[in-house]
């Protein structure tokens, strides 16, 4: 690990991930969460305040980075609920079939290299009649906007940690076996239009 991954990259991402746009798109899906819930790529934490701990009975936050994991601990010691991190990608998640109620996606598909067979795993542990919710940017609807990103995906991508701007986020949804009940989505404001476009909402298993 160089040292822009190890000390620059964190930074940049926890910033990028917290402003105030972002979390109060996250503020928007959060809540709703209930039971065991398994939140993937929780990064350095910005979704525990947003938890109702009336809901929750626990939280497995599933995080491949560990300064990523180092900036949360701190955070995850001040909830009213048990949080247990997992330390592998996206695509790999050692919990049993059919264990939580709730799996929590937010701006994490866009930096997924294998989103499919992640999907496929989440939709492992979720119990029947358990749901997925989302919150995550991806291809915008305007084709000078979508022709930007495209362009500046690549770049992007090396300088945020893999990230992808121009993801078909419902249809990586609905591949993975989901059907999503219930979607919004609009450019978040005061933030540029190419890494902008967000959808958010729930899911259920096929």
Not at 119 to 141: I, Q, Y
Request: aromatic content about 8%; glycine content about 10%.
């Amino acid at each position: 690990m160089g040292f822009y991954d190890k000390f620059i990259l964190p930074r940049f991402i926890g910033t990028a991930c917290g402003t105030k746009p972002v979390m109060q798109q996250r503020q928007k899906v959060v809540p709703h969460c209930e039971g065991r819930v398994l939140e993937i790529g929780m990064g350095t934490g910005h979704n525990l305040e947003f938890y109702d701990p009336k809901k929750v009975d626990m939280v497995f936050g599933l995080e491949p980075a560990p300064d990523m994991v180092k900036r949360a601990k701190p955070l995850a010691e001040k909830v009213d609920f048990p949080v247990e991190f997992i330390d592998l990608p996206g695509e790999e998640i050692p919990l049993d079939d059919n264990s939580v109620d709730t799996v929590l996606l937010t701006y994490t598909l866009c930096t997924i290299p294998d989103t499919l067979k992640a999907m496929e795993n989440m939709r492992r542990v979720l119990k029947p009649g358990g749901k997925l919710l989302f919150s995550e940017h991806g291809r915008a609807p305007d084709a000078a906007v979508e022709k930007w990103q495209n362009r500046l995906n690549g770049v992007w991508g090396k300088i945020a940690g893999g990230c992808h701007i121009n993801r078909d986020i419902p249809t990586l949804i609905e591949a993975g076996g989901f059907k999503i009940t219930n979607m919004d989505q609009m450019y978040v404001p005061s933030t540029p239009r190419v890494v902008g476009y967000t959808y958010w909402g729930s899911a259920e298993i096929k």
